[in-house]
């Protein structure tokens, strides 16, 4: 059984058709994981005796000729700020280590309404602070194309699982590029939908206006299809959008011709890796070979992005992080001789060092006499971004960038310079502000490491950015290239 | 706005947070977030006059749900995942002073 060369839509012909049986499929994905994540570290907790049991019910339908939903017995890994029921989500923080949700997010229902396997809990950055994994508390994931390299994060350990094959899909977020830039290090799709496109009840809440769930899979029709099952509006999350959800995976032949694509110049001033950017550019000639118009647009407010998100960011932060005080759920500090020092040993021995940083850079930028300055001021940067991205996409229909200036960095290259880690979100920032929805494809490779292509759009028109996805991947052969383990 | 954040000040952000910091981490992040807020200063070279600020991007206002009261089947449970709790109360230290 040759796992990496299995899609959801194949897995679950063959499963039909019995070439194996789910529990063969599952057994086989826990001897994966056995033998290599011992180097990639992708999984923080792992439900193999729930997804075998679920394997041999999914068998028992087949036997009965009963037809397969959506995705039953699909194997699927969730980042582990995603509540499910009865799993321990760490958030990869001491503070929650014990914790078991004693309930499911949105989307883990919406994936066990159509019969999916949860494989395990993945890695990420502590409370998914970071760009590499190493923000965790329980050390960082690798990345499967190169072991001294990071996987990209925050939602790196999903990312890492389904390009090693431990997965056929996985769940991310992406608050500022967490779930893009892992898919653009370890050649998989890697989307953010509009923001209020997919519900964010049950994530263990980051910065509550830019986070969303992100969806990692190895097509662009794979992606779609989970994009179907878990957009929709959701009564427990005020924010969700009420607009029509598409059958995103039966629309994908949208024709390039005469597609408007631009292509934002400040994106592509930065050289410090020649080969990423000629792979990025080679890809936007293949869009241009199937029909489409390349455009050249300027965003010139594109690198405000980052300093606004690093003030947005840590204010949402401190204050979505003032719940883990001790009292109500996960760890309490045994040393407290005060109701004060409860909150402040638990807090200060049980965080980690990103953590504290963004707690406390949001609690200076939101405190009295620093509020205009910084917040006030950021917030009116993210019009200005906003304003700027929408005019563009009133004459292109999307924009296409690189995802990273780069290949994935080395473990340890920029751990210790927590600014240099903030700038790998550069090209991550403009959707954010404006809740525009963006994709990560496999694009080529750079240095013998993946490289990835960005699809941006406008509001809701997740439909073109997968078309465009879809159909560069029919023309190229990036999606059947894996890693050695 | 302030060059370098003093030890003073990063103790009183840490106080507000609710964080106990070490006196290492106290020097480090004195660095740090001198370091970072620098380089968000380049917000100020933006022009934001007459510009709101954002609050939603999506132009959703004001979502309403019917004020129904729901039961909730899984008190226990929750009340059970606190650190300390007893009878299906949260233990806490206590919050105000003997004196008074």
Not at chain 1, 103 to 122: C, E, F, H, P, R
Not at chain 2, 54 to 78: F, P
Request: hydrophobic share 35%.
């Amino acid at each position: 059984m040759d796992i990496q060369k299995f899609t959801i839509k194949s897995t679950l012909n063959s499963l039909q058709n019995k070439e194996f049986s789910c529990v063969d499929l599952i057994k086989e994905i826990f001897k994966r994981i056995r033998k290599h994540d011992g180097d990639i570290h992708a999984f923080l907790e792992l439900t193999e005796k729930a997804a075998i049991k679920q394997a041999e019910e999914v068998d028992a339908k087949i036997e009965r000729g009963e037809k397969l939903r959506a995705l039953e017995g699909i194997p699927v890994a969730i980042k582990d700020v995603i509540a499910t029921k009865g799993i321990k989500t760490t958030a990869s923080s001491k503070i929650l280590e014990q914790y078991i949700p004693p309930y499911d997010a949105t989307i883990i229902k919406k994936l066990k309404d159509v019969g999916a396997i949860i494989v395990g809990k993945t890695n990420c950055d502590e409370f998914a602070h970071g760009a590499s994994t190493e923000n965790s508390a329980f050390g960082p994931s690798h990345n499967p194309w190169d072991l001294e390299r990071s996987p990209g994060g925050s939602s790196g350990g999903s990312a890492a699982a389904l390009s090693a094959g431990f997965c056929l899909a996985s769940l991310g977020t992406d608050t500022g590029g967490s779930t893009r830039q892992p898919g653009g290090w370890c050649n998989v799709y890697g989307l953010r939908p509009t923001y209020g496109r997919i519900s964010r009840y049950g994530l263990i809440s980051m910065t509550s206006s830019t986070d969303t769930p992100g969806i990692f899979a190895k097509t662009a029709e794979d992606t779609a299809l989970l994009l179907s099952i878990m957009a929709g509006q959701d009564k427990k999350d005020a924010t969700t959008l009420g607009a029509e959800v598409h059958e995103y995976h039966e629309q994908l032949d949208l024709p390039l011709k005469g597609m408007k694509i631009g292509k934002p110049k400040e994106f592509f001033e930065d050289s410090s890796d020649e080969e990423s950017v000629a792979v990025v550019e080679k890809s936007i000639n293949k869009l241009k070979e199937l029909g489409a118009k390349i455009v050249d647009v300027s965003l010139p407010h594109t690198k405000y992005g980052v300093p606004v998100y690093y003030i947005i960011t840590p204010s949402e932060v401190s204050s979505n992080l003032g719940k883990f005080d001790g009292i109500r759920y996960g760890h309490r500090s045994p040393e407290a001789n005060s109701l004060f020092e409860v909150y402040t040993k638990t807090r200060g021995q049980n965080f980690g060092p990103e953590t504290k940083r963004r707690i406390m850079l949001g609690t200076y930028a939101l405190s009295s006499g620093y509020y205009d300055a910084y917040y006030k001021k950021a917030q009116k940067v993210r019009t200005v971004i906003t304003k700027e991205v929408e005019k563009v996409l009133n004459e292109v229909d999307l924009l296409v960038t690189p995802v990273s200036p780069h290949v994935a960095i080395k473990l340890g290259e920029k751990s210790d310079d927590p600014l240099a880690m903030y700038l790998e979100d550069v090209f991550m920032e403009t959707s954010v502000m404006a809740g525009l929805p963006a994709i990560s494809i496999p694009a080529g490779f750079a240095h013998d490491m993946p490289v990835g292509l960005q699809i941006m759009g406008k509001q809701l028109d997740e439909v073109r950015i997968l078309s465009v996805a879809h159909q560069y991947e029919k023309v190229t052969n990036w999606v059947d290239k894996y890693p050695k383990l | 706005m302030p060059s370098k954040l003093t030890k003073k000040e990063v103790e009183n952000i840490a106080k507000l947070a609710r964080l106990e910091l070490t006196d290492e981490e106290i020097n480090t992040y004195s660095e740090q977030l001198s370091d970072i807020l620098g380089y968000i200063d380049q917000l100020q070279e933006v022009d934001t006059e007459n510009v709101e600020i954002t609050s939603q991007v999506t132009g959703l206002s004001n979502v309403m749900r019917e004020d129904k009261v729901d039961a909730c089947d899984n008190a226990s449970e929750i009340v059970g995942m606190a650190p300390e709790n007893e009878d299906g109360l949260i233990k806490v230290k206590a919050v105000f002073s003997a004196k008074g």
